[in-house]
């Protein structure tokens, strides 16, 4: 069963604009919840988490999350995007011991 | 956060042949994870890799083609047994950090099958 879902392939953004990139979630419980960035031909990075507490959660790159129990979402979002924000994200959940991830979303950030 | 160095970062292999992935850790890790990520996929959890027992598989894993080794606690490596043009993907150590589990990454070693 899909933990994490990404319901977006493509986001495109302009330089300078607000972007953001959509989780949605499955499981049942206190979910722990992460972003990860991925750059061409590089591993994975870790961006941020969630586990408890305040449900506005602020990573690297300037990068922030907003966790949202009722709507069971975890969008990625960021004040003002760079062309080097332009990469693959994924969101991923804790499930059962392992980390689970969503299909990925490819940001592309036009100067 | 750890270092993780896998090697060989890519290479091109032939079909049926067998190729051994390298993932080195700089500190202890009691768990590893391998993944594979397909050409434009998503991750996919391969196997969990415990110092001291036999690694545990995923759903549409076997150990006969992806056979792993794990001989100390900061070591692993993952063999692709057997090669097809299907098997072409980055493979991805990583081990957890803290104590909530989040992950972090090898760069991935590269496997083009022709």
């Known amino acids: 069963a899909q933990s994490v879902a990404q319901p977006e392939d493509q986001v495109n953004v302009a330089e300078g604009n607000p972007l953001t990139v959509k989780c949605t979630y499955s499981?049942?419980?206190?979910?722990?919840l992460f972003w990860y960035v991925q750059y061409p031909n590089r591993g994975l990075q870790f961006l941020l988490k969630?586990?408890?507490?305040?449900?506005l959660v602020k990573g690297s790159y300037g990068f922030e999350a907003e966790f949202n129990k009722s709507q069971t979402s975890f969008h990625l979002k960021k004040p003002s995007a760079l062309v080097s924000d332009s990469a693959l994200y994924f969101c991923?959940?804790?499930?059962?011991?392992?980390?689970?991830f969503g299909a990925g979303t490819r940001l592309t950030v036009k100067p | 956060s750890a270092v993780i160095s896998q090697k060989p970062s890519r290479d091109i292999c032939q079909r049926g042949t067998s190729l051994t992935i390298q993932c080195q850790v700089d500190?202890?890790?009691?768990?590893m994870f391998w993944y594979r990520q397909q050409p434009g996929q998503s991750l996919t959890l391969i196997a969990t890799a415990n110092q001291g027992s036999e690694a545990t598989y995923e759903s549409g894993f076997v150990i006969d083609k992806f056979p792993i080794s794990r001989p100390n606690l900061t070591f692993s490596t993952l063999t692709v047994s057997n090669m097809s043009p299907e098997d072409s993907s980055i493979y991805l150590c990583?081990?957890?950090?803290?104590?909530?589990?989040?992950?972090?990454f090898g760069e991935g070693s590269r496997l083009t099958v022709l």
């Open positions: 500190s202890q890790v009691t768990m």
């Open positions: 991923a959940v804790i499930r059962g011991g392992d980390m689970r």
């Open positions: 499981v049942s419980g206190n979910p722990y």
């Open positions: 990583s081990v957890p950090q803290g104590d909530t589990g989040e992950l972090f």
């Open positions: 969630y586990i408890t507490g305040d449900n």
